[in-house]
Nanobody
Framework: QVQLVESGGGLVQAGGSLRLSCAAS????????MGWFRQAPGKEREFVAA????????KYTDSVKGRFTISRDNAKNTVYLQMNSLKPEDTAVYYC????????????????????WGQGTQVTVSS
């Protein structure tokens, strides 16, 4: 079992920044990949960014490339999402997910491939 707790969401003006954190517990954090997803009202959960167990591999959806950065600190069992130059269309509930397959070597973009999820944190970007 893995427990995930997100934090760091809030209300920010367009062009501002936020850093989301996801604290993990229950299994060896450095053995699995992590991902950030988001879900806006009336829409499906969509991929934002993912990172391999070591941090050596990352992947981003095109709309956040150059603005968001995913990172992890295995000593703190935490994955981060630094979000800069935020836009109103970034408004959503942001979720972190844990993928325990393949030893965390592969970063995946499909929500169904993640076994564990946090409760989500709301990000609202005003125009």
């Amino acid at each position: 079992q893995v427990q995930l707790v997100e934090s760091g969401g809030g209300l920010v003006q367009a062009g501002g920044s936020l850093r989301l954190s996801c604290a993990a517990s229950g299994r060896t954090f450095s053995s699995y990949a992590m991902g950030w997803f988001r879900q806006a009202p009336g829409k499906e959960r969509e991929f934002v960014a993912a990172i391999s167990w070591s941090g050596g591999r990352t992947k981003y959806t095109d709309s956040v490339k150059g603005r968001f950065t995913i990172s992890r600190d295995n000593a703190k069992n935490t994955v981060y999402l630094q979000m800069n130059s935020l836009k109103p269309e970034d408004t959503a509930v942001y979720y972190c997910g844990a993928d325990l397959s393949l030893g965390g070597l592969v970063v995946k973009i499909t929500p169904t491939e993640y076994e564990y999820w946090g409760q989500g944190t709301q990000v609202t970007v005003s125009s």
